[in-house]
């Protein structure tokens, strides 16, 4: 079931995402004694990453990952973990347990296996946030990419896999469909026109592989739709 929540404004939408996030967490916390949180990169998370980071729950049992990475060191401005250091693992937030999806290397298939086995200790994920693109894309599975339909099978046995797209000066690392299906708690967080046209294309019939977003309008949970119109100035 998807549900869709529009925000005046992006101070609002930052936190109430927060604020339900950091429940979400602590009663996984509660039940299982240990939550896992998946995060989208880039720069639009940034004011809800900051505020999530403040939360009051005990860091020291979640991990941290992202849902996908550009294959670059954290010295680059393109490493999403560089982005996530200085947004999410401050303050109380820091005592996270950070799953990396990036390791030093000529080529991203020469760590897959190690940076894979990383991720499978702290699955199923318990809370997951998604950003998506105009072209409906969603963590790195990007329409065209050369290893989409593996990773959108189903049955991929993979919870990570790289992906290069058109366009995309470097070679990626991606959370896979069964790994994203798999979450509790799913969130889709939009900004602008463009995209919300563009999510309710995806909603829309249609193949998959065309509009990855579509992915998880089927997942087995619910997702909630986190809008706003316009975010606030950085």
Not at 54 to 62: E, G, K, L, S
Not at 104 to 110: I, K, L, M, N, S
Not at 153 to 169: F, I, N, Q, Y
Request: glycine letters at 8%; one cysteine or more; hydrophobic letters at 45%.
């Amino acid at each position: 079931m998807v549900t869709f929540a529009e925000y005046r404004s992006g101070a609002v939408q930052a936190a109430a995402l927060a604020g339900l996030v950091a429940g979400q967490l602590a009663a996984a916390l509660a039940v299982k004694g240990r939550a896992t949180l998946a995060v989208p990169g880039g720069t639009t998370p940034g004011a809800f990453l900051r505020v999530l980071a403040q939360a009051r729950i005990d860091w020291a049992r979640v991990s941290v990952l992202l849902t996908d990475e550009r294959f670059v060191p954290e010295t680059s401005t393109r490493s999403n973990t560089k982005l996530l250091r200085a947004t999410l693992l401050q303050g109380p937030a820091a005592a996270a347990n950070l799953v990396p999806l990036y390791k030093e290397a000529a080529q991203p298939e020469d760590v897959l296996g190690d940076l894979s086995d990383g991720i499978r200790k702290v699955l199923p994920l318990d809370v997951c946030v998604l950003g998506m693109g105009t072209d409906m894309h969603i963590a790195s599975l990007f329409p065209g990419a050369d290893r989409l339909a593996e990773a959108l099978s189903p049955d991929c046995p993979d919870v990570l896999l790289p992906m290069r797209a058109p366009g995309a000066p470097e070679p990626r690392l991606t959370l896979t469909a069964p790994v994203l299906r798999a979450t509790d708690h799913l969130h889709l967080l939009i900004t602008g026109p463009e995209k919300r046209a563009a999510f309710e294309a995806a909603e829309q019939p249609g193949p998959t592989h065309e509009a990855p977003v579509r992915l998880i309008l089927t997942a087995r949970g619910n997702i909630i739709v986190h809008y706003t119109e316009m975010a606030d100035p950085a």
